[in-house]
């Protein structure tokens, strides 16, 4: 590893990254790499549910590699321990080091996230319940760690929702967020134009008295109809936007016609007192 690395002296960091490095070397592509490992922690995370690359990922890592991966995903938890975005920093790391152009990202560190959650939530009453969390471009999370860890225990009566228009990020925040009990959704889709392309439901549960978390993928079907209904409302507001324009422009011309009849009554009077 590189000692100009910004986060080399990070032991749970350099660990990690060094271990990473021996899984993605055989491979060359450290993104895709990284993202395969990605769906690995999900396949675990969803209890075995979601398994979109376990046969392509099995052929291309066998079992020397799966063991390797099996490794990282249990460094990662220990290293995620107290909302750490372990995840995000080792992403950031690779990219910094082999200029991936796939990982070209940067994400808010974690105590200006921290200073964010703090003045966002400010003194609202986490004994609150149902209350709604949302990061509009959530990265790999770290901004719905930090103020999941404001809740505390109480964190699981709440909503959290992270968005990001890159894939890789959803799957970072989903991770993240099983590892640390934060119920919620992650939104793969473009918080400008709400177009939608995949989403996660992060599902909570008890299991031997302890809170667990598990993911949950959104089938096309719901995704399609999330699209289908925001294109609705966006045809129905511009429809009521133009109904709207019309009506203004409407008044304006009334407005004006008015103002030349007054005109010209008022020189008609003027032309009447002269003669008078």
Request: glycine share 6%.
């Amino acid at each position: 590893m590189k000692e100009d690395s910004i986060f080399v002296n990070d032991p749970v960091v350099r660990s990690f990254t060094k271990e990473f490095e021996r899984l993605a070397y055989a491979q060359g592509n450290y993104s895709q790499v990284f993202e395969d490992f990605l769906d690995f922690c999900i396949y675990y995370l969803s209890l075995g549910l979601i398994n979109d690359n376990g046969e392509r990922l099995e052929k291309t890592y066998k079992e020397a590699g799966l063991k390797q991966m099996m490794m990282l995903f249990e460094m990662l938890g220990d290293g995620s321990d107290d909302f750490q975005d372990l995840l995000g920093t080792v992403y950031m790391e690779i990219s910094s080091q082999y200029k991936a152009s796939a990982m070209g990202q940067f994400f808010t560190p974690g105590n200006i996230s921290a200073m964010i959650s703090e003045m966002i939530i400010g003194d609202v009453d986490t004994t609150k319940e149902g209350l709604k969390i949302c990061d509009p471009s959530c990265g790999s999370g770290i901004m719905v760690l930090k103020a999941a860890k404001k809740f505390g225990d109480r964190r699981h009566l709440q909503r959290f929702t992270g968005i990001d228009l890159d894939r890789i990020c959803c799957k970072m925040c989903a991770v993240n967020m099983a590892l640390n009990t934060i119920p919620g959704e992650v939104f793969h889709a473009n918080s400008l134009s709400l177009e939608h392309y995949g989403a996660y439901s992060l599902m909570l549960d008890r299991l031997f008295g302890k809170w667990i978390t598990y993911i949950v993928k959104w089938p096309s079907e719901r995704i399609d109809a999330i699209n289908e209904r925001i294109n609705q409302d966006f045809q129905q507001s511009s429809e009521q936007q133009k109904e709207a324009i019309e009506a203004e422009r409407e008044r304006q011309r009334e407005e004006q016609i008015q103002k030349r009849l007054r005109a010209k009554d008022e020189k008609k009077g003027f032309a009447a007192t002269l003669f008078d």
